[in-house]
Nanobody, 124 residues
Framework: QVQLVESGGGSVQAGGSLRLSCAASGHTYNSYCMGWFRQAPGKEREGVARIYTGSPYYADSVKGRFTISQDNAKNTLYLQMNNLKPEDTAMYFC???????????????????WGQGTQVAVSS
């Protein structure tokens, strides 16, 4: 199993930036694909970005504003979010491919391990 712990959420004004981090531990060698999802109140969870063998994938809504990256030496996944908009307000979850039944897919990857989430709030 992979354990994932997110950090870096907070409250910012529109146009601001935040960087989310996700520290992975456990059987990380099985987690070939990692990604970020978000869920706003009353809305379904949606995929934001994922990275697989260094290749990123982004949802259309965040292209050009968000950047996903990873530091394999630190087993940490990042999401740099620039030019934030009020519609980016949501709980952001780190996810990883691994053992177990997948709960969501994005960009050709199936994700079965999830963190607890970190809240992002963007005010206008």
């Amino acid at each position: 199993q992979v354990q994932l712990v997110e950090s870096g959420g907070g409250s910012v004004q529109a146009g601001g930036s935040l960087r989310l981090s996700c520290a992975a531990s456990g059987h990380t060698y099985n987690s070939y694909c990692m990604g970020w999802f978000r869920q706003a109140p009353g809305k379904e969870r949606e995929g934001v970005a994922r990275i697989y063998t260094g290749s990123p994938y982004y949802a259309d809504s965040v292209k050009g504003r968000f950047t996903i990256s990873q530091d394999n030496a630190k087993n940490t996944l990042y999401l740099q979010m620039n030019n934030l908009k009020p519609e980016d307000t949501a709980m952001y979850f780190c996810a990883a491919q691994g053992f177990g039944a997948p709960l969501a897919t994005m960009g050709g990857c199936a994700f079965s391990s999830w963190g607890q989430g970190t809240q992002v709030a963007v005010s206008s």
